[in-house]
């Protein structure tokens, strides 16, 4: 079975570009969360749906980072403009509903890198 | 907000030996969760708890979740050159279900 998928697993970009991380989700889970990944700050949780619904996203930065998930398998964090700050791993993740998301099933995220 | 304090940060170890890790928190949680991750891979579960007292093991890996529900532990016993990674815990809280993480604990095996 395919796991969560990421694209593109490496960016880089220069400041003030606009960045957009595609992930699709295990087929059948109901939950998708964004994470962000930083020596400093480790994994942060960004934002999480539920049946392609946002539900949290208290740990987006700033309004320069949104996200949207039109279906049930696909998913998308757009950083608009970006800058060297945003610089990190993004992953994704995904959980079936019986596990009330405890069990996540992670991506191998997306490193991004903003010059 | 809600903290996980997991130590050791780093280990280094000799191939062979056993391994210990934990996390503790001020917060109750409902679920432990200890994950590995791999690098340039995204972490994977290795074991999940979900009662006071539990000990479950998944081969050479041991976790127990703490009586008082604020803390876990992981061991590894024997650990192999495959064994090296980052290892994370995560609590989740009865308050909501959101996965509260550990900093990781860097397993290196010394040549």
């Known amino acids: 079975d395919a796991g969560v998928i990421q694209s593109p697993r490496h960016e880089v970009t220069e400041m003030g570009q606009e960045v957009t991380l595609r992930c699709k989700p295990i087929s059948g889970h109901d939950y998708l969360f964004w994470y962000r990944q930083t020596m400093m700050r480790g994994l942060e949780l960004l934002i999480y749906f539920n049946n392609n619904v946002p539900i949290d996203d208290s740990g987006m930065p700033e309004d320069r980072f949104s996200a949207k998930m039109p279906n049930a398998s696909f998913s998308t964090l757009k950083i608009q403009p970006s800058e060297p700050r945003d610089s990190a791993v993004y992953f994704c993740?995904?959980?079936?509903?019986?596990?009330?998301?405890?069990?996540?099933?992670f991506g191998p995220g997306t490193r991004l890198t903003v010059l | 907000g809600q903290q996980l304090n997991q130590s050791p940060q780093s280990m280094f170890i000799q191939e062979g030996e056993d391994v210990s890790m934990n996390c503790t928190s001020s917060?109750?949680?409902?679920?432990w969760l200890w994950y590995k991750q791999d690098p340039g891979e995204g972490p994977v579960l290795l074991i999940a708890l979900y009662k006071a007292g539990e000990l479950t093991s998944n081969g050479r890996l041991t976790a127990q979740f703490g009586i008082t529900r604020k803390d876990s532990f992981l061991n590894i016993s024997a650990s192999i050159p495959s064994d090296v990674g980052i290892y994370f815990c995560?609590?989740?809280?009865?308050?909501?279900?959101?996965?509260?993480w550990g900093a990781g604990t860097k397993l290196i095996i010394k040549p």
């Open positions: 917060s109750i949680f409902n679920t």
């Open positions: 993740a995904s959980s079936p509903a019986e596990s009330s998301y405890n069990e996540q099933f």
């Open positions: 995560a609590g989740q809280l009865y308050s909501n279900y959101q996965l509260i």
